[in-house]
């Protein structure tokens, strides 16, 4: 599985692959929100669990267990990216520990 992108450095401009499909779908479903959910989300670091936990907006809270030790001081982000087309079948995620990616994989549905 590929790596969610570290938004806050590359953009957004890559997760739309035919800007015209989404507007012209759109244009059909005037209430319809959102396709697509692609965002970086703080994440924060438990020691006493080993665990780094962080909120997907829409889905909730997801923890996983850190792969390696965790600096306390450390800067830690979730960037996270749904599966699927129209109807979202899960949510992906890279976790990145001080820009560098440390682990990557699927914490809600499938992908």
Not at 13 to 32: C, R, W
Not at 47 to 69: E, H
Not at 73 to 90: E, F, N, R, V, W
Request: glycine residues 8%; proline residues 6%.
């Amino acid at each position: 599985m590929a790596e969610v992108p570290n938004f806050s450095v590359s953009g957004f401009e890559h997760t739309a692959s035919n800007p015209k499909t989404l507007q012209s779908a759109h244009a059909q479903m005037p209430s319809l929100q959102a396709l697509n959910l692609s965002a970086c989300v703080g994440a924060r670091y438990d020691s006493a669990t080993n665990k780094i936990c962080f909120t997907v907006p829409i889905y909730g809270d997801a923890c996983i267990t850190a792969p390696r030790s965790i600096p306390l001081d450390a800067g830690l982000k979730a960037c996270i990216q749904t599966c699927g087309s129209l109807i979202p079948t899960g949510v992906k995620v890279t976790i990145y520990l001080n820009d560098n990616a440390v682990w990557n994989g699927v914490v809600f549905g499938s992908c």
